[in-house]
């Protein structure tokens, strides 16, 4: 499998996120609290490791800013699709979230898309990327 500047472990997944998006943080820490199987490493966007995963993947971040899920060496997911990826991995209720799945991408992406381009405002930005505590900061990447 390959490595990246991180040495991600085996079978981890890694989320970039928008690391000075309030929305963002807290969907991490919303994603931290239910990660019971330790499965998620995290890495803001902004970040070099960010930079440089999509940059591997030919993902434009001028398009897709917020959320990409990354299961190394194997796929990336984007948009709806990175949110119910994620939520799928929880595991119990969460399960019930799989029936978005037969609602066509295109929708998806576009409720999607008005979020992320509204997040700002909605929810503010920080002025630079969130530092995590000491107990999560093996949980961050790069």
């Not at 490791?49 to 917020?66: C, F, H, N, Y």
């Not at 990336?76 to 037969?102: H, P, Q, T, V």
């Not at 979020?115 to 630079?128: E, I, M, T």
């Given at each position: 499998m390959r490595r990246y500047l991180c040495n991600v472990e085996d079978g981890k997944k890694i989320i970039l996120?928008?690391?000075?998006?309030n929305l963002c943080n807290g969907v991490i820490q919303f994603v931290i609290k239910?990660?019971?199987k330790d499965l998620?490493?995290?890495?803001?966007l902004q970040s070099e490791l960010g930079q440089q995963l999509t940059k591997e993947r030919a993902i434009d971040t001028a398009r897709i800013d917020s959320?990409?899920?990354?299961?190394?060496?194997?796929?990336?997911?984007?948009?709806s699709d990175a949110a119910l990826e994620i939520a799928?991995?929880?595991?119990?209720?969460?399960?019930?979230?799989?029936?978005?799945k037969w609602v066509p991408t295109s929708i998806r992406n576009?409720?999607?898309?008005?979020?992320?381009?509204?997040r700002y405002r909605w929810f503010g930005r920080k002025d630079q990327?969130?530092?995590p505590t000491p107990e999560l900061q093996a949980k961050f990447l790069g």
């Amino acid at each position: 499998m390959r490595r990246y500047l991180c040495n991600v472990e085996d079978g981890k997944k890694i989320i970039l996120f928008d690391g000075v998006c309030n929305l963002c943080n807290g969907v991490i820490q919303f994603v931290i609290k239910r990660d019971k199987k330790d499965l998620f490493r995290y890495a803001p966007l902004q970040s070099e490791l960010g930079q440089q995963l999509t940059k591997e993947r030919a993902i434009d971040t001028a398009r897709i800013d917020s959320f990409i899920l990354i299961e190394p060496g194997t796929a990336y997911f984007i948009k709806s699709d990175a949110a119910l990826e994620i939520a799928k991995d929880f595991g119990g209720f969460w399960n019930i979230l799989r029936i978005f799945k037969w609602v066509p991408t295109s929708i998806r992406n576009a409720v999607y898309d008005f979020v992320a381009r509204n997040r700002y405002r909605w929810f503010g930005r920080k002025d630079q990327c969130m530092i995590p505590t000491p107990e999560l900061q093996a949980k961050f990447l790069g």
